[in-house]
């Protein structure tokens, strides 16, 4: 455990081997790492656990095998195995597989990597994919992949699992603490509203707040937070064909070039999640204050493809929710370290799929924290790959 030096009614003053700043699922699964390979870790999230203020909350995810990008692809088997440690750890289910279906026009691009990465069992034809997805209309001639390993993983679970597990591995989490300060050097400080803390290897995994922490460090990264409309639909007939039993993607359609991903009812029974993976853009501390009757282009969208794809389904939602997306311009993550302070470790910009690989992306973290070999190539994840980011500290 960190040395704590508070008297009583003084501000906390301890010291760790590390400091994880973000307690979201990939700061949690950074914090966890470490505390296996028994580093003293501190967790500090600024919020009051559990909250829904960031892109971690609600209880659903997608996951999947069927990556357009290779380095994804050649991650998620590891992630899966992580997630199924987590799982056995915990002794509760976290992961639903109900497989995955990837439905777009010939020649789309992500449809065409997904197909390549995945090999050439996995297209369906029509007959088939009528079996296993009896609500879903495709349009002639579109392609449909199937990921059988795809599901759904438990998302509020999740978290907590690997927080509890983080936990009973000595981890301490500070919750309700805002960082106010971090002091670069051989060992950082890290100063909040309610203690001062030190340890020699420090991870940012702010999510949405990331460049709020690291802008008085000198970098500014080029992260956009977005508000994501998250839409559940009616079934019309609760449990009837129209309901969607597996998950889905539909990539390639000319009026929602982000693409739009389906879960099976879980969250409210007889509602299917149905969203668009795009948003607006926004200022965090702003999301949950948009005015009542604000104009959301995207649910319109929604409604198009819902009345075309999935008949089954009201065509307009039923329960409207948001969560927060941090997307980077590739959408690839930003997994580094400081290009000025080498034991600052960011993770960042994980663009709305970054959940299903929180397990890989907490162990390169750590690992980068740790000075090791890391498991994955990090080229793809690099800041460099972004110019001029590192700017005057403030």
Known sequence: MGTDMAAPGQPRCASYDAIVIGAGIQGSFAAYHLAQRRKDTLLLEQFFLPHSRGSSH????????????EHYAHMMPHSFRLWQQLEDEA???????????VLGPPGDPKLE????????????????????????????????????????????????????????RGGTV?????????????????????????APRLIVAAGAWTNAVVAPLGLHLPLQPLRIDVCYWREKEPGSGGSVTPCFMATGLPYAPHG??????????GLVKVCYHHGSPTDPEERDRTPPGS????????????????????SQPAVLESCLYTNTPDE???????????????????????????PVVGQLLCEL????????????FAISRFPGVLRAAL
């Open 113 to 168: 990597g997904c197909r390549r990465n995945m090999g050439p069992d996995n297209v369906l034809d029509a007959v088939t994919l009528e079996q296993r997805f009896p609500g879903l209309r495709p349009r002639p001639n579109e392609v449909a992949l199937w990921d059988g390993s795809g599901g759904v993983l438990l998302a509020d679970r999740a978290l907590r699992a690997v927080q509890d597990a983080f936990r009973r």
């Open 295 to 314: 104009p959301r282009p995207h649910v319109a969208l929604l409604s198009n493809f819902i009345s075309s794809y999935l008949p089954g389904l009201e």
């Open 369 to 380: 924290s740790l000075g090791e070999e890391p498991s994955h190539c990090m080229a793809p």
């Open 260 to 269: 739009i991903y389906g879960l099976p009812a879980l969250e409210y029974p």
């Open 58 to 69: 609600g209880q659903s995810r997608i996951t999947r095998s069927a990556y357009p990008q």
């Open 174 to 198: 500070r919750d309700g603490e805002k960082v106010l300060r971090i002091d670069p050097g051989a060992v950082i400080t890290v100063t909040t509203t309610a203690g001062l803390y030190r």
């Open 332 to 358: 690839d993550f930003i997994l580094d370290r400081h290009p000025k302070y080498s034991n600052i470790i960011i993770g960042a910009g994980f663009s709305g799929h970054g959940f299903k690989l929180a």
């Open 91 to 101: 002794g509760t289910p976290l992961y639903r597989r109900t497989g995955l279906v």
